[in-house]
């Protein structure tokens, strides 16, 4: 059974950075792509960033030139690098894998950016 387990939130300054991570377990296959999603209370869940297997990416508009998503295949872990941190960021992080029409979730972690 595939899990996804993520670490790297807390608390940080507007300007700050953060790194999340995603651990895969699991899985005979390579995912056909990763990603993490954000949601904040009373709102949708909505994507963050991408990546696939090949390693292209995709990305909000509102964390476009801020954030980087990378993909570490041998590991089968998933890292989002967050900079230049706003208020706006804060919500939970959650880490998504796909393979052709099933998917998987983590089960969050809080990310709260001050100002």
């Known amino acids: 059974q595939v899990q996804l387990v993520e670490s790297g939130g807390g608390l940080v300054q507007a300007g700050g950075s953060l790194r999340l991570s995603c651990a895969a377990s699991?899985?005979?296959?390579?995912?056909?792509?990763m990603g993490w999603y954000h949601q904040a209370p009373g709102k949708q869940r909505e994507l963050v960033a991408s990546?696939?297997?090949?390693?292209?990416?995709n990305y909000a508009d509102s964390v476009k030139g801020r954030f980087t998503i990378s993909r570490d295949n041998a590991k089968n872990t998933v890292y989002l690098q967050m900079n230049s941190l706003k208020p706006e960021d804060t919500a939970v992080y959650y880490c998504?894998?796909?393979?052709?029409?099933?998917?998987?979730w983590g089960l969050g972690t809080q990310v709260t950016v001050s100002s």
């Open positions: 990546v696939t297997e090949n390693g292209n990416t």
């Open positions: 998504n894998a796909k393979l052709i029409t099933s998917d998987w």
């Open positions: 699991g899985s005979a296959f390579s995912f056909d792509s």
